[in-house]
């Protein structure tokens, strides 16, 4: 168990359907990072947020907005959904934001888009 | 982002030793070596991290070239838990931009273990 929680496990939705997920991550951790597993993209970052702040974007759609809130949980939302974002959503948290810190990952929320 | 080239797959014996290659021929001073291991149906988990010398943890043991070109990740007794994609990753130590602390994975070596 990695400290890492995230909500739902699984999602079922119908393409231009909205959804969010919800990570909390280890406690004491500022670092929230979000990737997207897909059979054809691999494991690809989204997104980084640090202490309530955006850090950093990836390979983030302009359909996907993620936030930080003051209890350092994080939320990612999907909207607009099409079937090409059925994938494996996870959500990782460290200490701190530099490159050398560890990353702890949750077990993902799978999406289908019907 | 420094590129990492990695074989596809492995195979070994279930309680023998396993050596993972990794080739970063472009490779920066400031680039630390990160290993992630992604079990079936679960989420990456971190595995062991180096700069300039060999690391030894309780999960593995780093080996890493002279002229860090290359580095191998050394399982000393694979066990069938063992069997996953292993990522071998490149990270800026800088702590000034958040860009740098992403993970960048390829697509990582599938290691099987026989029984």
């Known amino acids: 168990d990695s400290g890492v929680t995230q909500t739902p496990k699984h999602l079922i939705t119908a393409t231009g359907q909205r959804v969010t997920l919800r990570c909390s991550p280890r406690?004491?951790?500022?670092?929230v990072y979000w990737y997207q597993q897909s059979l054809d993209q691999g494991l690809q970052f989204l997104i980084h947020y640090y202490n309530g702040e955006e850090r950093a974007k990836g390979n983030i759609l302009e359909r996907f907005s993620a936030q930080q809130f003051p209890d350092l949980h994080s939320e990612l939302n999907l909207s607009s959904l099409e079937l090409g974002d059925s994938a494996l959503y996870f959500c990782?948290?460290?200490?701190?934001?530099?490159?050398?810190?560890?990353?702890?990952f949750g077990p993902g929320t799978r999406l289908t888009v019907l | 982002d420094a590129k990492t080239t990695q074989p596809n797959s492995m195979e070994s014996n279930e309680e023998e030793p396993v050596h993972l290659p990794c080739n970063h021929s472009?490779?920066?001073?400031?680039?630390?070596i990160h290993w992630y291991r992604q079990l079936p149906s679960q989420g990456p988990e971190y595995v062991i991290h180096g700069l300039t010398s060999n690391v030894n943890n309780r999960m593995a043991s780093l080996a890493i070239a002279e002229d860090r070109k290359s580095s191998t990740l050394i399982l000393h007794r694979a066990t069938l838990r063992d069997a996953a994609v292993y990522y071998c990753?490149?990270?800026?130590?800088?702590?000034?931009?958040?860009?740098?602390?992403?993970?960048?994975f390829g697509k990582g070596i599938t290691l099987s273990v026989r029984p």
């Open positions: 990782a948290s460290s200490v701190a934001a530099g490159g050398y810190n560890e990353q702890f």
């Open positions: 990753i490149l990270r800026s130590t800088s702590t000034s931009t958040g860009a740098n602390s992403k993970l960048t």
């Open positions: 472009t490779i920066s001073g400031t680039d630390y």
């Open positions: 406690s004491g951790d500022l670092s």
